[in-house]
C-alpha cells in the first residue's frame, strides 16, 4: 500500500523534526529570561539574589578573579553584546569596562550599583570597595532591584519581592558583623590586610586596617610602608596579619618572617570564591571574614 506524499515525507523527516521541536523549546525558556551581565563575582550574587528565576546572570570577572586588573576576553565583548543591563560597581574599579562596552556596541543599560553611596576618598582616588559595609551592599541590592524593573517592567514585582527577602537577611548579617567586633576588645581591633580593601568596613564597624598596599592591586607597596608596617607590627600594636584570596601572599608571608607575627588567615575582600571555597556568596564572604578577624583578635 503506498502512503500519501505528506505521510511519507513526515516518516522520512521524523528525527529531524524532533530535533527541531527540542531545540525551539529549549532557548525558549532561557530566551524569556532578562540577559544580565555584572562585571564581578560580588556584584554577580546580589543579582542573582534580586533577579531569581527571572535572570541569567553573566560574570565578567569570576571567583578569586582580580577585577583591578582584569583583562577582558574576547568572549566578554558577546557577553557584553547580548545583554540587555550591565550592572558594574563604578567608583573607577572597573578601568577597562568603557573600552570593551564601546568595542561590543552594546546597546544595553549600564547602571551603576553604588549609586547614591558616599564614596570614601583616599587623595583624588575614591575607594571602590563599597559593599564591605553591609549598610552599603543593602543600597547596591535596592539599585539593581529598580535596574531590573525598568529593564523587564513585567517582573518588578518578583525582582521587589526577592529584593526585600534579601534585604531582611542582609539586616541580620549587619547585626552579626556589630556583634562580632563588639567581642574584640577595642585596643585589640587593628589589622594588616594586603590592600586597602577594607576601608568601608572599617568606617562602618570600627576595625582598623593597615595595608602595604593602596586601593588598587595595581600599585606596589613602597619600601618605607613596608619598613612602617614591619615596626608597628613588632612593638605589638598591631595583634594579626592576613592573607587576601586575590592578592599575592608574598607581602604579607615576608612581614610575617620578619615579625614573627601569625598569619591570622585569608580575608575575602573583592572577589567570591568558588561554589566549594568559603565564600560562594556575599553572606558566606562576610560571616567568614567576621570569622576570621574574631577568631584573630577576641582574645
Ligand atoms: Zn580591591
Known amino acids: 500500500m503506498l502512503l500519501p506524499r505528506s505521510i511519507r515525507l513526515l516518516i522520512r523527516h521524523f528525527w529531524f523534526i524532533c530535533l527541531l521541536l527540542v531545540a525551539s523549546a529549549l532557548p525558549a525558556r532561557a530566551q524569556d529570561r532578562l540577559n544580565v551581565v555584572a562585571s564581578f563575582s560580588i556584584l554577580g550574587d546580589f543579582v542573582r539574589n ?15 578573579g582580580d577585577v583591578h586588573v582584569y583583562t577582558p576576553a574576547p568572549a566578554d565583548a558577546k557577553k557584553i553584546a547580548d545583554a540587555k543591563l550591565v550592572l558594574i560597581n563604578g567608583l573607577g574599579l572597573e578601568g577597562w569596562l568603557a ?42 541590592v535596592a539599585n539593581i532591584r529598580d535596574a531590573l524593573g525598568a529593564a523587564d517592567p513585567a517582573n518588578a514585582g518578583v525582582y521587589r519581592a526577592n529584593a526585600a527577602a534579601y ?37 562602618a564597624y570600627g576595625v582598623e586596617f593597615i595595608a602595604p598596599l593602596g586601593v588598587s592591586t595595581e600599585s606596589e607597596a613602597s619600601a618605607r610602608d613596608i619598613a612602617g608596617i614591619i615596626t608597628q607590627v613588632r612593638s605589638g600594636k598591631i595583634p594579626a596579619i592576613f592573607l587576601e584570596n586575590i592578592s599575592d601572599p608574598r607581602l604579607i608571608r615576608r612581614i610575617s618572617a620578619e615579625t614573627g607575627a601569625r598569619i591570622g588567615g585569608t580575608l575575602y ?29 577576641a582574645n
Open 50 to 64: 534580586v533577579g531569581g528565576e527571572r535572570v541569567n546572570v553573566t560574570t565578567l570577572v569570576g571567583p578569586d
Open 99 to 140: 573600552r570593551l562596552v564601546q568595542s561590543a556596541g552594546s546597546k544595553a543599560a549600564i547602571v551603576t550599583a553604588t549609586q547614591g553611596i558616599a564614596p570614601r576618598k583616599l587623595g583624588a582616588d575614591a575607594d571602590p570597595h563599597a559593599w564591605q559595609s553591609v549598610v552599603n551592599a543593602k543600597v547596591y
Open 167 to 203: 534585604l531582611a537577611k542582609m539586616d541580620t548579617l549587619d547585626r552579626e558583623v556589630r556583634d562580632a567586633v563588639a567581642q574584640i576588645p577595642p585596643a585589640r581591633r587593628k589589622v594588616i590586610s594586603t590592600h586597602n580593601a577594607f576601608g568601608y568596613f572599617a568606617d
Open 269 to 297: 575582600s573583592d572577589s567570591l570564591t568558588g561554589e566549594k571555597g568559603d565564600a560562594p556568596t556575599y553572606i558566606d564572604m562576610v560571616r567568614h571574614n567576621i570569622r576570621a578577624l574574631t577568631s584573630a583578635l
